[in-house]
């Protein structure tokens, strides 16, 4: 695998300019920490090329470095039937297991204290979308995962839980479209029913969807098996990652009686935002997603954690060297 040099190197190579550190070798390592050729996911069975990649890994993060990339989600949601969906803040928290969103019980106040995040970044447009997530064994509460423009504008995948062994990762397009005895119409839902063994409730699973102009397909730990390509969105929008009751019995079910928490460990994307294109000026083939995940994407909002210390450290040093007249 390709490294990156350490940014105090670099640093200290850009702040000595004319060292004896050899150039040609600095910028062939900084050229190498940027994919502006593509990125290609190898479990993506159309092998796509995508612009951008995004990465977080929530078991890494604090609550501050949540905030800097999601809006933590803060407002209510009431419809005809049930209570208010009514998402707060401090139902949102980070730790070393990940992202744990928690729906409680109903409030005195018949809210329904529910959770979730979503992306500042809305140009997440065509693309491959995965969470790791483990849902709950609770019943009465709706996990979702979904990329969101508009409510006309939306691929989604949502889990409602049970609670009672019964399992099915519902996949949808938004506008979805109902028949005349109000049943979902096949042609914008469809479900994933968890092959034997799996368990959506107990242990950590993958929800992927992916996404391009003409079709969308939804699978469960990398098994594509439902495909949409009626109403496909053609609109980037924001991702997000939610648990949320209204206690709704023709939908969510519940409140939960207990506190019921989601946890979510890793969110990843390739794909296209907006304006994205391949360049293959630094580099002349797709990177991988390891690779990708270590460099610096053309959107430049795509690197891990980790990678972005790295390669705000890795701009400021290409700066410096620049200003110092030795690398363009
Ligand atoms: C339920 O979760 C909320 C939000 O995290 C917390 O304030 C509350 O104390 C929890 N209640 C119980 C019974 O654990
Ligand atoms: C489990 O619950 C769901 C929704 O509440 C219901 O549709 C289903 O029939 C139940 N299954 C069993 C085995 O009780
Ligand atoms: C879109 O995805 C569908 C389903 O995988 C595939 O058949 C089709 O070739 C894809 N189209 C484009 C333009 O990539
Ligand atoms: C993603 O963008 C690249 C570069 O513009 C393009 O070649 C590719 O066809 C796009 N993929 C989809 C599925 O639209």
Redesign the pocket.
């Known amino acids: 695998m390709v490294r990156l040099l350490a940014p105090a190197a670099l640093l200290a190579a850009a702040s000595t300019a004319a060292s004896a550190l050899s150039l040609p070798a600095l910028a062939r390592r900084q050229r190498i920490a940027v994919c502006d050729c593509g990125v290609i996911d190898t479990t993506d069975p159309n092998q796509a090329m995508w612009t951008d990649y995004f990465e977080r890994d929530f078991r890494t993060m604090s609550r501050a470095d949540v905030e800097r990339d999601f809006v933590v989600m803060s407002y209510d949601i009431k419809r005809p039937v049930g209570l208010a969906r009514s998402y707060e803040p401090d139902n949102m928290r980070v730790d070393s297991e990940g992202l744990k969103l928690t729906v409680s019980p109903a409030n005195d106040q018949g809210e329904v204290p529910s959770a979730g995040i979503l992306t500042k970044h809305k140009e997440f447009g065509f693309g491959h979308y995965t969470i790791e997530t483990q849902s709950t064994p609770d019943?009465g509460l709706v996990h979702a995962f979904y990329n969101y423009e508009s409510d006309e504008n939306e691929v989604d995948m949502e889990y409602?839980t049970?609670?009672?062994?019964?399992q099915r990762l519902r996949t949808s397009v938004k506008p979805q479209l109902y028949m005349a005895n109000g049943q979902a119409d096949p042609s914008t839902y469809s479900e994933i029913t968890p092959a034997s063994g799996v368990d959506l409730a107990s242990s950590s699973n993958t929800w992927s969807y992916i996404w391009n102009s003409s079709a969308v397909v939804f699978g469960l730990n990398d098994e594509y098996t439902e495909v949409l390509t009626r109403n496909v969105p053609q609109t980037p929008g924001t991702l997000a990652i939610s648990a949320w009751s209204d206690g709704n019995p023709r939908f969510s079910?519940g409140p939960p009686a207990q506190n019921a928490t989601v946890l979510v460990t890793r969110l990843w994307a390739v794909y296209n935002a907006t304006g994205g294109s391949l360049e293959c000026k630094a580099r002349k083939a797709a990177c991988g997603i390891a690779e990708a995940a270590q460099a610096t994407t053309p959107h430049g909002y795509n690197n891990a954690v980790s990678g972005r210390a790295a390669s705000s450290a890795l701009a400021v040093a290409a700066v410096a060297l620049v200003g110092a007249g030795l690398l363009l």
């Open positions: 019943a409602v049970t609670g009672n062994g019964t079910g």
